[in-house]
């Protein structure tokens, strides 16, 4: 009998450290990172309506999908944007009080795009904010980071390049 309550024990012990491990790894879901892939993706091929599909009602102000997707293609045309592929980073998501997986993420990017201004390019630093919204992750806001110390917090293995005039106070001096 013994040995049946043993069995059981260790069955409830297995089971409830799987459901443990489970629950400690909030960053193994793909629905984040896909998201944000998934909109730069659209962004980059000027398939702005489906661009759309990836963003919350904060992203597009709360327009309908025709009119924001015809001012992201005026806004890329007059401008003349041209967006790199994406280079989406590992995504970052905590865990609940309750030891859930939060229901929001952030997912760093590095951009690299030229416009009518910036025909040499640039790279920029971006970390999106992804949110969980019936069932689809969707990105809610996005933000670029210009102090190297930020930088340096979400994309620590990456040079923040310097541009012509643009190099730290004290560099190269």
């Known amino acids: 009998m013994a040995g049946v309550h ?4 260790l069955n409830l012990v297995l089971v409830a450290g799987t459901g443990l491990a489970q629950a400690a790894d909030c960053t193994g879901d793909p629905g984040p990172r896909a998201a944000v892939i998934g909109y730069l993706s659209a962004m980059q091929e000027k398939r ?16 309908p999908r025709e009119e924001w997707a015809g001012l992201q293609r005026k806004m890329f045309e007059l401008g003349g944007v041209s967006l790199g592929d994406p280079d989406v980073r590992a995504v970052h998501r905590a865990k609940a009080a309750d030891g859930s997986c939060a229901t929001t ?3 760093p990017n590095v951009l690299r795009a030229q416009d009518v201004l910036n025909n040499q390019g640039s790279t920029e630093f971006e970390v999106y904010t992804v949110v969980l919204q019936d069932g689809t992750w969707r990105i809610d806001a996005q933000e670029t980071l210009f102090d190297e110390a930020a930088i340096k917090t979400w994309f620590p293995e990456d040079t923040v390049p310097e541009y012509k005039g643009t190099a730290p106070t004290g560099a190269g001096d």
């Open 105 to 107: 993420a952030k997912v």
């Open 6 to 9: 043993f069995a059981l024990w």
């Open 48 to 63: 702005f309506e489906d661009a759309y599909d990836h963003v919350t009602a904060t992203m597009t102000d709360a327009r």
